[in-house]
């Protein structure tokens, strides 16, 4: 099933003709759980690799062992709450047994795990340029590949991350199984298999890009909205409604959001660079529910088994990570930031 975005409240540039020439295209993912295959873009899902080319470690992971989760019983623990939500209940009736809080509880718990070597690379996102326009793959390829460490890093607290370009008609023999982690540090970091559903969309600069008199007026205007809208009814707000969409996505705007903007650029030649990919565990929430698609109508968002839920992915406190490259170079390091 494909994933519509609803038409914006209004057009910001009618109001604002500046923003026009300012306006990006965003690609939506809308991550949906299901069962894809190396030959399909996913978050979460299996990648197209070379069986001859050697899965990639942490190379600050390494053995004999690690304190952390097995993610074997994260994801029992999130299949037993999956299920437990889904049955009928008697009123007042626990939502676990016995049993499946112990092993629900369990799961949570960190405790020293071996660990033979690095902590193998987790598959986070595998895209397709035939499934993604606009992506800014380097000459000849035509798949992004993204993987991560399950542990937090310092200085910023988010994983350590490898971006693969390659071109799928050269992966002659596909490698049939990848090692999985045996213990990780951050649950979040585990994304269920998820197919998506790319759609294309118009975003423009989140207010803390704009120059500061645009930001002024719009902010103004967003407080008449306000003080005129209906009883219960919420205003039309710029950056949760007309600006930047939340949720996973390849390219558009940055979704400043606790931060100032900051200058970013590449640490190996200082060129500028250019967003790629964002990844977030919620696609909408009660401030960006006008992004919801047509399609989902019928779930709110907030619970984790809502299909804006899908990936089981967390960043920080629920923020995003976004991911950006080099626009000089595609073979230079690539940047990351979370909002």
């Known amino acids: 099933m494909t994933r519509t975005t609803p038409p914006r409240p209004l057009d910001v540039t009618t109001l604002y003709p500046e923003l026009a020439p300012l306006a990006r295209t965003a690609v939506r993912l809308h991550p949906r759980a299901g069962a894809p295959t190396a030959t ?24 004999p062992w690690h304190r952390g989760l097995d993610p074997v019983g994260v994801r029992l623990r999130r299949r037993i709450l999956a299920e437990a939500w889904a049955r009928p209940r008697a009123e007042g009736e626990e939502l676990l047994t016995d049993e499946e809080r112990v092993v629900v509880g369990r799961a949570t718990e960190k405790t020293r795990i071996a660990q033979d070597g690095p902590v193998p690379l987790v598959p986070v996102a595998q895209l397709y340029a035939s499934d993604v326009p606009g992506l800014p793959c ?24 490898e971006l ?13 199984t ?39 007026r719009i902010s103004a205007w967003e ?31 940055a979704p400043w959001s606790f931060s100032d903007p900051f200058p970013m650029s590449c640490p190996e030649c200082g060129a500028g660079v250019r967003p790629l990919l964002t990844l977030d565990g919620t696609e909408w929430d009660g401030g960006s529910g006008s992004w919801r698609p047509i399609e989902d109508a019928g779930y709110d968002g907030y619970h984790f088994l809502g299909p804006a839920r899908d990936t089981q992915l967390e960043i920080g406190r629920s923020y995003s990570m976004q991911l950006y490259v080099c626009r000089a170079s595609p073979d230079h390091p690539h940047v990351q930031n979370m909002q």
């Open 178 to 216: 990848a090692p999985q982690p045996s213990v990780i540090g951050n649950a979040g970091y585990l994304p269920e298999p998820c197919v998506l559903h790319p759609e294309p969309v118009t975003e423009y600069p989140a207010p803390h890009e704009l120059p500061e008199e645009l930001a002024e």
């Open 164 to 176: 693969r370009w390659r071109t799928a008609a050269d992966v002659g023999t596909p490698l049939a």
């Open 40 to 63: 399909d873009s996913s978050i979460g899902g299996p990648l197209l690799w070379p069986a001859g080319e050697p899965w990639p470690g942490c190379p600050e992971h390494s053995g």
């Open 138 to 161: 380097p000459d000849g390829a035509d798949l992004l590949q993204v993987l991560w460490c399950p542990f937090d890093h310092d200085p910023d607290y988010l994983p350590y991350t």
């Open 223 to 253: 407080e008449r909205n306000e003080e005129e809208a209906e009883e219960g009814e919420a205003g039309v707000c710029y950056q949760y409604d007309l600006a930047v969409a939340p949720g996973s996505k390849a390219g558009g705007h």
